[in-house]
RNA sequence: GGGAACUUAGCUCAGGGGUUUAGAGCGCCUGCCUUACAAGCAGGAGGUCGGUGGUUCAAAUCCACCAGUUCCCA
C-alpha cells in the first residue's frame, strides 16, 4: 500500500466494477422497497455544486438503506427545461444567422433535439463519477415518448375534469423569451427607481398630481381613481382630467381599492399593464389600451414614442412632461421589480389568452396531506411556509410560447371553439362529432410549462399513466423520500404531492428533505456570471469524489445554506489519506504478526473498550441517519475514526497486537467502513476489499449489518479509558508546560481500586513512566501533584452522569527557576477553583434552592461542592509543599 | 405589506432551563520528520452565548421588546 491515497485510479476501477456487474440496479422482490426519485437536472446542463450537495445526500440514504436490507431503488432522469434549452437553441441559430421563425416549427425541433443528444449524458456521466448509486438503466427523461403521452393525457384528464381551462388573464410576460411565465418563474430584486408626480389637468385648470413609477404607461390611461372616502377628491369623482401629453379626457372614478396612503392617493389606471388596474378596469368597463409590443417597445397606440424601449420611452416621457411644466415633483422610491428566472428581464404584466389550472382543490389535497403527517417536511419549519403558500395560491398558468416541450393538445376551430384530445384524431373525431370540419382545425402552437411534465415526476417513471396496475409501480410507489432545495418547494414540491393525491389517490413520497443552497463563502450565491461556482469536477480531479462529498456535507447543516470553501475538499482528502493510512498500518501489522507474535498488556484491554464505544457510535450514527442529521453524522464519524480509532486505540495497540486480536480489530475495522461507505463509497470499497480480499463482484454496499445490542454495553469501562484518556492530556500538557523531561514516575493518589489497573496500563502506555501505587512512597520534596478530573462518556442517546476524578502526583525533579512557572500555575487554578466554590456554595446557601429545586439536582451539587473542596485542599497541600504562599 | 429564521471563539457553525465552570472544524501560536499518516503527532491561546427587561430556586437555553442580518412570498 501507498503511504498516501491516491484516489483517481481506486474512484475510476470501482466506478467500472459497479457499472460491470449492475451493482444498484434494482427490481421488485421480497424486500422493504426504499425508493428515490432524483429531482431531474437539466439535460443539457453540468454539474454544479448544488446537484453535488442533492446527490450525496440522495446517496448517503440509498447506500445506509440498501446496507439495511431495503430494496433500494433511486430512480435517475433528466428534464427538457423548456425555456431554458430552447433559450440556448435560439441563441445557436442567431449565431448561424437564423431565426426560429424563419425555419419553423420543425426544424426548430430537429435542432432541439439535436442540441439534446450533443449535450445530454454529460451531466450523467458527471453525476455517476460523484460515485450516485442510481439504478441507471431505469434512466428517464420528461420529453420521451412515454412521459409525453403521459403529460398530454394528464392535460386531457385535468381539462375534462373542469380543473383545466383557457382564459384571458393578466400573466408575467418575459418580454426577452416572448412567453407567459407562471408566479413561482417570477423573482422579486429591490430597484431603485423614481416616483413621478404628474399633474392630470382638468377642464377648468385644476389638477390632480398622480405618483407613478412607471410614466411610460400614462399613454395607456384610461381613468383615474381614487378612495370613495377620501375628503380630498371627494369633489373630482365624476369629473375629466387630460391624460398627459394627450387630447384625450379620462373619468376620475371612485375604487376601494385604491391606496390612499401612497404618493397622492390618486391612481392613474392602466388596465393593460397592471394586474390591480385591470381589476378595477374590469369594475368600472372600462376600456383597454395596450401600448408596449411583445418584446416591450412602445406601439402604435403611443404616437410619436413608438418603437422606443420601455427604458428610452420613460426618459423621453419624463423629459416631455417637464417640457410640459407637468412634473410636481420626482422622488427617489425604492420598490421591488419582477425578474423573469431564466432571462433576468424584468417582466411585464401583460393581458393575454392562456391556459391555467385551477389550483384550489387539488392545494387541498395538498395541504391536508401535510397537516395530517402523511407527508413529512424536514426541516419541520418548511411545514409553515408551504401552508401559507397554498393558502394563498392562485391559478397555475401553465402555457408558454416556446416550441420545446409538450405541445398543449387543443385544437381550435376557426370560430374559436376548442377540442382538447390525446391526439389529432380523436380531436377531429371530436370536430366532426360537433358538425366541423377537421381540416380548418389549426392545434395551439404553445407547449406547456416544464414543471407540468415535472410534477408528474414520481408517477410517470414508474409508467402509472401507461398502466397503473404495472409491477414497477405497485411495489416502489408511493417514494419513501425526496431531496430537494427548498427554491422549488413551490414550483415542483406541492405540485408533485398535488399530482400524487389527484391521479393516484396516495402520497408521492413520505418525507421531503429540504438542505440549503450552495453559497460562495461571502455568501453569495454561485452563479457562473459571479465565476464563484467552481466546477465540481475539477474539485473531483482535485481531492477525489469521497473528500468532495465529505467535505460538502462535513459543512452542510441541515436547512441552512452552505458556504462552500474549498479547504472543506482538503479536509476531505485528508480524511481520506488517514484512513488509508490506518488500514495500512493494520496490514503491516497482518504481515508482522506472522514472524513475531508479540504481546501488549494493554491491548486486549483496548480492545474491549473499543468494542463498547464502537457500539455507542453505530447506534448513533443509525439515529443520526434516520433522522436525517448527515452534518451532525459527518462529524461524529470524522471525529471518532481521526481520534478514537488512530489517536487512542491504533496507538494503544502498538507496536504489534497479537494474531488472534488482531483478527478482530479487523472485525471492527470494517465495521466502520460500513458506517463510513454512505459518505465515502469509493475508499470504503477498495479498503473493505483489500482487507477481506472479496471477490470484486460483492460490494460492500450490500453487506449488511446488525446494530449492537446496547444492553451489553460496558459503561464502566468507557468511564475508566475516559478517565485515563484525560489524564494522560493533562499530565502531557503539564509536561510541556514546564519541560518535565525527566519525568520518572507517576502515582495515583485518590485511587479507585477498581480504575485503577485500567489507568495503569493506559498511562504507563502512553506516557512511558511508570505509574506506582500510592503506598510505594518517594522523595515527596519532588513530586508534583496533579488535581485531575474526567468525565464520563459524553453520548447524545443516554445521559451519563457517572464523573470521576483523579489526583497523580507526579516524580520529577523540578528545578528552582521553574518552580515559580509550577506555583502560578497552581494558584491560577486554586483562584478558578475557589470561584466555582463559591458559586455552588451560593446555591446551596439559597433556602428557595433547597427547597424547590428536584431532590437530585441538589444531590448534584453537593457532590460537586464535596469534589471541588477535595480538589481545593490538594492543591493548598501542593502550593505549601512548594513553599508558596497562600 | 405578509411569512420563516438567524445573532455563541478571528471565520463557519453545534448545543438548547440545572451535565464539575460553554463545544467542534478551520485559522492562529508552541514543540516535534516519534517506523501508518508532515495530507501527520503532541500541546496552547481565544467567548460575561446581540441589547434591555421579564418568568424561574435556576436562563446561553423560555417569554416580551429593541437593534442588526438573511431567506421566502406579494
Known amino acids: 500500500m501507498e503511504s498516501r491515497y491516491a484516489p483517481q485510479a481506486v474512484e475510476a476501477r470501482w466506478r467500472a466494477v459497479w457499472e460491470k456487474y449492475q451493482t444498484y440496479r434494482s427490481q421488485p422482490d421480497a424486500r422493504p422497497p426504499y425508493t428515490i426519485v432524483m429531482p431531474p437536472p437539466n439535460v443539457t446542463g453540468v454539474l454544479h455544486m448544488g446537484h453535488v450537495l442533492n446527490n450525496t445526500l440522495q446517496d448517503i440514504l440509498a447506500r445506509f438503506y440498501r446496507m439495511r436490507g431495503y430494496n433500494v431503488c433511486w430512480v435517475p432522469g433528466t428534464d427538457h427545461a423548456s425555456i431554458a434549452t430552447e433559450a440556448k437553441v435560439v441563441a445557436r441559430l442567431r449565431s448561424q444567422g437564423l431565426q426560429k421563425h424563419e425555419i419553423g416549427r420543425e426544424a426548430f425541433l430537429r435542432e432541439a433535439w439535436k442540441w439534446t443528444e450533443e449535450h445530454s449524458g454529460i451531466i450523467v456521466q458527471q453525476l455517476k463519477t460523484l460515485g450516485v448509486s442510481a439504478d441507471w438503466q431505469r434512466y428517464r427523461f420528461t420529453l420521451e415518448p412515454s412521459l409525453y403521452r403521459a403529460v398530454i393525457e394528464t392535460f386531457v384528464r385535468l381539462y375534462r375534469d373542469g380543473l383545466i381551462?383557457?382564459?384571458?388573464?393578466?400573466?408575467?410576460?418575459?418580454?426577452?423569451?416572448?412567453?407567459?411565465?407562471?408566479?413561482?418563474?417570477?423573482l422579486?430584486?429591490?430597484?431603485?427607481?423614481?416616483?413621478?408626480?404628474?399633474?392630470?389637468?382638468?377642464?377648468?385648470?385644476?389638477?390632480?398630481?398622480?405618483?407613478?413609477?412607471?410614466p411610460e404607461t400614462i399613454l395607456a390611461d384610461v381613468a383615474v381613481a381614487v378612495r370613495p372616502a377620501d375628503e380630498r377628491y371627494k369633489s373630482w369623482i365624476g369629473r375629466q382630467v387630460r391624460v398627459p401629453l394627450t387630447d384625450r379626457y379620462v373619468p376620475v372614478i371612485a375604487d376601494e381599492a385604491v391606496d390612499a396612503d401612497f404618493g397622492t392617493g390618486c391612481l392613474k389606471v392602466t388596465p393593460a399593464h397592471d394586474p390591480k388596474d385591470y381589476e378595477i378596469g374590469q369594475r368600472h368597463k372600462l376600456p383597454i389600451i395596450d401600448v408596449f409590443t411583445a418584446d416591450a417597445r412602445l406601439n402604435e397606440n403611443a404616437g410619436p414614442y413608438k418603437g422606443l424601449s420601455r427604458e428610452e420611452a420613460r426618459r423621453r416621457i419624463i423629459h416631455d412632461l417637464h417640457e410640459a411644466g407637468?412634473?410636481?415633483?420626482?422622488?427617489?422610491?425604492?420598490?421591488?421589480?419582477?425578474?423573469?428566472?431564466?432571462?433576468?428581464?424584468?417582466?411585464?404584466?401583460?393581458?393575454?389568452?392562456?391556459?391555467?389550472?385551477?389550483?384550489?382543490?387539488?392545494?387541498?389535497?395538498?395541504?391536508?396531506?401535510?397537516?395530517?403527517?402523511?407527508?413529512?417536511?424536514?426541516?419541520?419549519?418548511?411545514?409553515?411556509?408551504?401552508?401559507?403558500?397554498?393558502?394563498?395560491?392562485?391559478?397555475?398558468?401553465?402555457?408558454?410560447?416556446?416550441?420545446?416541450?409538450?405541445?398543449?393538445?387543443?385544437?381550435?376551430?376557426?370560430?374559436?371553439?376548442?377540442?382538447?384530445?390525446?391526439?389529432?384524431?380523436?380531436?377531429?373525431?371530436?370536430?366532426?362529432?360537433?358538425?366541423?370540419?377537421?381540416?380548418?382545425?389549426?392545434?395551439?402552437?404553445?407547449?406547456?410549462?416544464?414543471?407540468?411534465?415535472?410534477?408528474?415526476?414520481?408517477?410517470?417513471?414508474?409508467?402509472?399513466?401507461?398502466?397503473?396496475?404495472?409491477?414497477?409501480?405497485?411495489?416502489?410507489?408511493?417514494?419513501?423520500?425526496?431531496?430537494?432545495?427548498?427554491?422549488?418547494?413551490?414550483?415542483?414540491?406541492?405540485?408533485?404531492?398535488?399530482?400524487?393525491?389527484?391521479?393516484?389517490?396516495?402520497?408521492?413520497?413520505?418525507?421531503?428533505?429540504?438542505?440549503?443552497?450552495?453559497?460562495?463563502?461571502?455568501?453569495?450565491?454561485?452563479?457562473?456570471s459571479l465565476g464563484n461556482s467552481?466546477?465540481?469536477?475539477?474539485?473531483?480531479?482535485?481531492?477525489?469524489?469521497?473528500?468532495v462529498r465529505m467535505g460538502i456535507i462535513m459543512s452542510a447543516p441541515a436547512g441552512n445554506d452552505l458556504l462552500f470553501d474549498e479547504a472543506l475538499c482538503e479536509q476531505g482528502k485528508n480524511f481520506c489519506n488517514k484512513l488509508w493510512n490506518s488500514f495500512r498500518l493494520l496490514h503491516l501489522w497482518r504481515q508482522r504478526t506472522q514472524d513475531q507474535p508479540s504481546d501488549s498488556p494493554l491491548a486486549w484491554e483496548a480492545y474491549r473498550?473499543?468494542?463498547?464505544?464502537?457500539?455507542?457510535?453505530?447506534?448513533?450514527?443509525?439515529?443520526?441517519?434516520?433522522?436525517?442529521?448527515?452534518?451532525?453524522?459527518?462529524?461524529?464519524?470524522?471525529?471518532?475514526?481521526?481520534?478514537?480509532?488512530?489517536?487512542?486505540?491504533?496507538?494503544?495497540?502498538?507496536?504489534?497486537?497479537?494474531?488472534?486480536l488482531l483478527e478482530k480489530v479487523e472485525d471492527q475495522a470494517v465495521r466502520i467502513l460500513r458506517l463510513l461507505h454512505p459518505f465515502m463509497p469509493y475508499i470504503t470499497e477498495e479498503l473493505w476489499h483489500q482487507l477481506t480480499e472479496a471477490p470484486e463482484e460483492l460490494s460492500l454496499s450490500h453487506s449488511s449489518y446488525s446494530p449492537v445490542d446496547q444492553s451489553e454495553v460496558d459503561w464502566f469501562l468507557l468511564d475508566a479509558v475516559r478517565l485515563a484518556q484525560t489524564s494522560i492530556s493533562k499530565i502531557r500538557q503539564i509536561k510541556q508546560a514546564l519541560h518535565l523531561s525527566d519525568l520518572k514516575a507517576m502515582r495515583i493518589a485518590g485511587y479507585q481500586a477498581k480504575m485503577a489497573p485500567i489507568l495503569k496500563l493506559w498511562l504507563e502506555h502512553f506516557l512511558e513512566v511508570p505509574l506506582l501505587h500510592p503506598s510505594d512512597r518517594g522523595e515527596t520534596d519532588h513530586l508534583l501533584r496533579l488535581p485531575i478530573r474526567a468525565t464520563g462518556v459524553e453520548s447524545d442517546f443516554r445521559t451519563r452522569s457517572t464523573l470521576y476524578q483523579e489526583i497523580f502526583y507526579l516524580d520529577a525533579g523540578i528545578e528552582e527557576h521553574k518552580r515559580m512557572e509550577m506555583v502560578n500555575m497552581l494558584k491560577k487554578e486554586l483562584r478558578e477553583a475557589e470561584s466555582f466554590r463559591e458559586s455552588i456554595l451560593r446555591k446551596l446557601e439559597n433556602q428557595q434552592f433547597i427547597q424547590k429545586a428536584p431532590?437530585?439536582?441538589?444531590?448534584?451539587?453537593?457532590?460537586?461542592?464535596?469534589?471541588?473542596?477535595?480538589?481545593?485542599?490538594?492543591?493548598?497541600?501542593?502550593?505549601?509543599?512548594?513553599?508558596?504562599?497562600?
Not at 410576460?173 to 408566479?183: C, E, F, H, I, Y
Not at 465540481?536 to 469521497?546: K, S
Not at 453524522?633 to 480509532?645: A, E, M, P, T
Open 609 to 660: 473498550w473499543f468494542e463498547a464505544y464502537l457500539s455507542l457510535v453505530e447506534a448513533e450514527v443509525e439515529k443520526m441517519i434516520r433522522e436525517y442529521r448527515f452534518y451532525e453524522c459527518s462529524h461524529k464519524l470524522y471525529s471518532f475514526v481521526w481520534d478514537q480509532f488512530c489517536s487512542w486505540y491504533l496507538e494503544a495497540l502498538k507496536p504489534t497486537p497479537p494474531a488472534p
Open 855 to 886: 431532590q437530585e439536582i441538589v444531590e448534584k451539587e453537593q457532590k460537586k461542592l464535596s469534589d471541588i473542596e477535595v480538589r481545593l485542599s490538594w492543591i493548598r497541600e501542593q502550593l505549601e509543599a512548594m513553599g508558596a504562599t497562600l
Open 188 to 214: 422579486y430584486k429591490e430597484h431603485e427607481s423614481e416616483l413621478c408626480y404628474v399633474r392630470y389637468v382638468a377642464d377648468k385648470g385644476d389638477y390632480l398630481v398622480i405618483a407613478t413609477v412607471r
Open 534 to 547: 467552481p466546477d465540481p469536477l475539477n474539485l473531483i480531479q482535485a481531492y477525489g469524489a469521497d473528500a
Open 326 to 528: 407637468l412634473i410636481e415633483k420626482i422622488e427617489p422610491y425604492k420598490h421591488s421589480v419582477g425578474h423573469s428566472e431564466r432571462t433576468d428581464a424584468v417582466v411585464e404584466p401583460r393581458l393575454s389568452e392562456q391556459w391555467f389550472v385551477r389550483m384550489k382543490p387539488l392545494a387541498e389535497l395538498a395541504q391536508q396531506a401535510v397537516e395530517a403527517g402523511d407527508i413529512l417536511l424536514v426541516p419541520e419549519r418548511f411545514s409553515a411556509i408551504y401552508h401559507h403558500w397554498l393558502e394563498n395560491i392562485k391559478d397555475w398558468c401553465i402555457s408558454r410560447q416556446l416550441w420545446w416541450g409538450h405541445r398543449i393538445p387543443a385544437w381550435y376551430a376557426p370560430d374559436g371553439q376548442i377540442f382538447v384530445a390525446v391526439s389529432e384524431s380523436e380531436a377531429y373525431a371530436q370536430a366532426q362529432a360537433a358538425g366541423y370540419d377537421p381540416r380548418t382545425l389549426r392545434q395551439d402552437d404553445d407547449v406547456l410549462d416544464t414543471w407540468f411534465s415535472s410534477w408528474l415526476w414520481p408517477l410517470s417513471v414508474f409508467d402509472f399513466f401507461e398502466d397503473p396496475r404495472n409491477p414497477d409501480f405497485q411495489y416502489y410507489y408511493p417514494t419513501q423520500v425526496l431531496v430537494t432545495a427548498p427554491e422549488i418547494l413551490f414550483f415542483w414540491v406541492a405540485r408533485m404531492i398535488m399530482a400524487g393525491y389527484y391521479f393516484t389517490g396516495k402520497k408521492p413520497f413520505s418525507t421531503v428533505y429540504l438542505h440549503g443552497i450552495v453559497r460562495d463563502k461571502q455568501r453569495r450565491k454561485m452563479s457562473k
Open 165 to 186: 381551462y383557457r382564459g384571458k388573464r393578466m400573466i408575467h410576460w418575459d418580454p426577452v423569451a416572448l412567453t407567459a411565465l407562471s408566479d413561482e418563474e417570477v
